[in-house]
């Protein structure tokens, strides 16, 4: 399971954390969100222990959403060592999910 970030938690559990994470910047209306959805609980299962997998909810979690400057669904975010590395809009395999966080 995915946990979801807030506002809250979203510094204590990506910036603190020396750990790599995928975040999914996403939206429930998206059809391509529901399509990555799957996609990730395989991919968090797959990585568990070595990546963190979280997600954000653009429209419950607005604040994350205008923080982060996320103008489009689904983007994805990769943090290593409480900095982020990368972040790409649109859908991804696990092979692509993969190449993003170079494993």
């Known amino acids: 399971m995915i946990s979801e970030l807030t506002p809250e938690t979203f510094d204590e559990l990506v910036f603190k954390s020396g750990d790599t994470i995928l975040i999914d910047f996403?939206?429930?209306?998206?059809?391509?969100?529901?399509?990555?959805?799957?996609?990730?609980?395989?991919?968090?299962?797959e990585q568990a222990g070595k990546v963190k997998v979280y997600k954000v909810d653009v429209d419950a979690q607005a604040?994350?959403?205008?923080?982060?400057?996320?103008?489009s669904v689904p983007t994805l975010m990769v943090v290593k060592n409480g900095k982020i590395q990368t972040r790409i809009e649109g859908t991804r395999d696990s092979d692509g999910l993969k190449e993003l966080l170079g494993i």
């Open 26 to 45: 996403f939206a429930t209306w998206c059809g391509p969100c529901k399509m990555m959805a799957s996609i990730l609980e395989e991919f968090a299962e």
């Open 63 to 71: 604040p994350l959403a205008e923080r982060f400057r996320i103008l």
